[in-house]
């Protein structure tokens, strides 16, 4: 793997040069997680997220009452929740005066009026909602701008149930995990214990959750161990890689949050790598293969089929984490 790693950062690799030829958002998170790029040039890379491409397009949609799509939440892509969301992935410097700006607009004008359950009117928006999708994704991106969501977090860890993950429908009497709602969970406390440091109680929650993850081989049946091929709720396949995945769960998510976490990949994890694996094309980059119909807020170039630079990141990065294993 190292030689992989020594081969991509020379100059004549194609792949590593159309990775850096993208977005900033794109490359700085090749420069930091693909090459053995000093310091000061992946920082300089990602100063310029906040400023040009994807991110200081989605950074100047914002309205001045603070939100995007004039919601916290809608069921398209476009609302305060998904902007923010798809700011924290693309990793906009959470520092920079342009995010310090849009988060405290946010953070003093926005509320859950009007996009979630009655109840929740009053509540400003990283106080969050009811559901534990939509509170995970409020929760990873408000922690990693610097907002307080304690009050989520809590939330969120008194809803984990029996078998380690979270389901949107817990209130509802079910007794089952969903993925998807497992995944969006993880990535808040996560980068809610990035924030604000350990806690047992924190740590404990997030690793019952990896395992309930892991444990199904990050796309089987724990009870017949059967592959499972589509999405329940959405129909979605979890074989088909997206970029934004928004609440949806896959294979690939799932691996890149393990990586992120510093799990030490083990077997459990080595059908779903080979899945990766399997669908690299031979010019050495992998396609979109999934798109979920809604508005998305901006257009990034990216068409379904096509190769994709975000889904070959995450897919490189992964290859090198499960290679670095021994």
């Not at 476009?78 to 700006?101: F, I, K, N, Q, Y």
């Not at 996009?115 to 939509?134: K, L, M, Q, T």
């Not at 808040?188 to 892991?214: I, K, W």
Request: aromatic share 10%; hydrophobic share 40%; proline share 4%.
């Amino acid at each position: 793997m190292d030689t992989d790693r020594r081969r991509r950062e020379a100059p004549s690799d194609p792949v590593l040069r159309w990775l850096l030829d993208g977005d900033p958002s794109v490359r700085w998170q090749v420069l930091r997680d693909l090459t053995d790029a000093p310091a000061h040039e992946v920082e300089a890379e990602r100063a310029r997220v906040a400023s040009e491409g994807s991110g200081a397009g989605l950074l100047a949609l914002q309205g001045h009452d603070g939100a995007w799509g004039g919601a916290a939440w809608n069921r398209g892509w476009d609302s305060t929740m998904h902007v923010l969301w798809l700011l924290w992935l693309l990793g906009v410097d959470p520092a920079s005066d342009e995010a310090t700006r849009a988060v405290g607009l946010v953070r003093d004008r926005v509320t859950w009026r009007g996009a979630g359950p009655p109840e929740c009117d009053g509540n400003r928006f990283f106080e969050g909602e009811v559901e534990a999708c939509i509170n995970g994704q409020v929760a990873a991106a408000g922690a990693y701008f610097g907002q307080d969501v304690g009050g989520i977090v809590a939330r969120l860890l008194g809803e984990q149930l029996d078998d380690g993950g979270w389901n949107c429908d817990a209130p509802h009497a079910s007794t089952r995990s969903s993925f998807n709602t497992t995944i969006c969970v993880l990535e808040a406390l996560l980068e809610h214990e990035r924030a604000t440091g350990s806690s047992p109680r924190v740590t404990e929650a997030r690793r019952r959750g990896e395992a309930y993850l892991l444990e199904r081989r990050l796309f089987r049946r724990r009870s017949t161990g059967e592959a499972i091929t589509a999405d329940r709720k959405g129909g979605a396949s979890w074989a088909r890689f997206a970029f934004p995945t928004w609440w949806h769960y896959d294979v690939l998510r799932a691996l890149d949050y393990l990586r992120s976490a510093g799990v030490v990949p083990d077997e459990r994890v080595a059908e779903a790598v080979e899945l990766v694996q399997s669908k690299r094309g031979d010019d050495g980059r992998w396609p979109l293969e999934a798109r979920y119909a809604g508005v998305m807020p901006i257009e990034w170039g990216e068409r379904e089929g096509w190769p994709s630079r975000w889904i070959t990141l995450r897919a490189l990065r992964v290859l090198d984490w499960y290679g670095a294993r021994h």
